[in-house]
């Protein structure tokens, strides 16, 4: 299930880049310089490329959600690293005390 969901996020990513490339440049240097009525133009937002990028952004980030709270259960039934030393201290021959 994990390795599904792993494949589904990077086809997801190269969705993400592919769209997110073939979209119209507004310009600006990330909107410095231009106006408040160009930046959030109405045309934009409404636009095809700009709901299909909200759309698979969102099933990104849902998926890489899941696949980290997969990745939890797994590691939850291992001992902390504290735990795994003192084990294998435990196990190691012990130097006698002097008296």
Do not use: H, Y
């Amino acid at each position: 299930m994990e390795s599904l969901l792993i494949f589904v996020n990077i086809a997801l990513a190269i969705i993400l880049v592919i769209i997110i490339l073939l979209q119209r440049s507004e310009g600006g240097a990330l909107g410095l310089g231009v106006s408040q009525d160009n930046f959030t133009s109405v045309r934009s937002v409404g636009t095809f490329l700009t709901k299909f990028t909200s759309i698979i952004a969102a099933l990104f980030i849902i998926c890489s959600i899941a696949i980290v709270a997969i990745s939890r259960d797994e590691f939850r039934e291992t001992q902390s690293v504290l735990e795994k030393e003192e084990e294998e201290n435990s196990n190691l021959p012990q130097i006698p005390q002097s008296k």
